[in-house]
């Protein structure tokens, strides 16, 4: 008991570190962690510790401040002499009939538009369908610019999708257009750089284990994920997170590309102990 108590302050003063102590749910977050180190080993909670000083997890209010600087940074970098600003969400064509993060950001962005000074005479134009985005439907002139919008691009995938209607429409150039996100995986990042991909986010974030562990260590966090990956079910095409991502991160939502320990629950005794940060 003593061993938990200990372990758990450890826990809480992350959390106090990190200012997680005065968001909503903290409480609940930290209880979690307590019944996630009671079926785990002593190597498997040091582990979850060392990760867990490297998570992040955004508010409400993080969101809107986020954004705000990161729209106020494109504004004066790429609208001076431009009368439209034009949003899409990055979402995949089976999403268009649900209300993604992108969804979210992109409104989001519209409200907060008219709080920075000096853009009173741009437009926002919001498009919500992959067929917007057809030549037919939008033809880009030296007026308009393109952001596509997310709160976090992991593996890229779902970019992909978006970023393949936007090249189908020649008016829409690398001069044009851009990509707007709070966070984003280091990787994915690169691959917007290496296109000469205008973007703009508040993260960038390394992979968990193998961007911050050096063999032998690197090994034996991995070898010790899989051990509590092993206590998961169904979570086969998450382990290390979706498309072995090993992201940290907490949103909205908590997206698959995290380390699913964090969000999906383990099975001790056949009951399931509920993950810090569980997608429902």
Not at 1 to 16: G, N
Not at 169 to 185: C, D, K, R, V
Not at 267 to 274: A, D, L, N, R, V
Request: proline fraction near 3%.
């Amino acid at each position: 008991m003593i061993d938990k108590l200990t372990t758990l302050l450890k826990f809480q003063e992350i959390f106090e570190l990190k200012s997680w102590t005065l968001m909503d749910g903290c409480d609940d977050k930290l209880n979690r962690f307590g019944d996630l180190i009671d079926n785990l080993k002593q190597d498997e909670i040091n582990l979850l510790l060392e990760l867990t000083h490297m998570y992040e997890w955004m508010s409400y209010n993080d969101y809107h401040n986020n954004l705000r600087r990161l729209l106020k940074t494109a504004l004066e970098e790429q609208f001076k002499d431009k009368n439209q600003l034009i949003f899409f969400p990055i979402i995949k064509p089976t999403d268009e009939g649900e209300v993604k993060s992108g969804h979210v950001v992109m409104k989001m962005l519209e409200g907060i538009k008219p709080s920075i000074n000096g853009f009173k005479n741009l437009s926002v134009n919001l498009l919500k369908e992959f067929r917007d985005l057809k030549s037919e439907k939008l033809t880009m002139t030296d007026n308009d610019f393109l952001i596509l919008v997310d709160d976090y691009i992991g593996s890229g995938k779902t970019l992909n999708k978006a970023l393949s209607a936007v090249a189908h429409n020649e008016s829409i150039t690398h001069q044009n257009f851009g990509i707007l996100t709070m966070a984003i995986q280091e990787q994915a990042k690169v691959e917007l750089d290496e296109q000469g991909i205008i973007n703009y986010n508040s993260l960038i974030l390394k992979k968990g284990i193998s961007d911050n562990y050096v063999t032998p260590d690197l090994e034996t966090k991995i070898e010790i994920m899989k051990r509590i990956e092993n206590k998961i079910p169904k979570v086969s095409k998450y382990r290390m997170g979706y498309e072995k991502s090993e992201a940290l991160i907490t949103l909205m939502r908590t997206p698959n590309n995290t380390f699913p320990v964090f969000w999906k629950g383990i099975i001790s005794k056949g009951e399931e102990i509920e993950a810090p940060f569980q997608r429902y």
